[in-house]
């Protein structure tokens, strides 16, 4: 079982950058496709970005050309870089297994886009 902890977060004028990291631990971290999840107040959780074991990404439209998500499996540590962020980015952001949603998740790191 892979768990997580996520840090980063942070309050930044809409325009500007945030760099989230997700440190895994888990045997398992180098084969598991991590997705960086986000949720807003009063909103369900969303997928915004993943990517598997051998680097192919995947992002939601939402933040497609802003956000770019890697990973250091020697560091079992996924990374989301954050550009051109808009109010509509604030959010807790958490990292993830994806596809195994229901094991326990981390506390996730808040970030706040101020207008």
């Known amino acids: 079982q892979v768990q997580f902890v996520e840090s980063g977060g942070g309050l930044v004028q809409a325009g500007g950058s945030l760099s989230l990291s997700c440190a895994a631990s888990?045997?398992?971290?180098?084969?598991?496709?991590i997705g960086w999840y986000r949720q807003a107040p009063g909103k369900q959780r969303e997928l915004v970005a993943h990517?598997?074991?051998?680097?192919?990404?995947n992002y939601a439209d939402s933040v497609k050309g802003r956000f770019t998500i890697s990973r250091d499996n020697a560091k079992n540590t996924v990374y989301l870089q954050m550009n051109s962020l808009k109010s509509e980015d604030t959010a807790v952001y958490y990292c993830?297994?994806?596809?195994?949603?229901?094991?326990?998740w981390g506390q996730g790191t808040q970030v706040i886009v101020s207008s």
């Open positions: 993830h297994r994806v596809g195994f949603e229901g094991s326990p």
């Open positions: 888990g045997s398992t971290f180098s084969i598991a496709t």
């Open positions: 990517i598997s074991s051998g680097g192919s990404t």
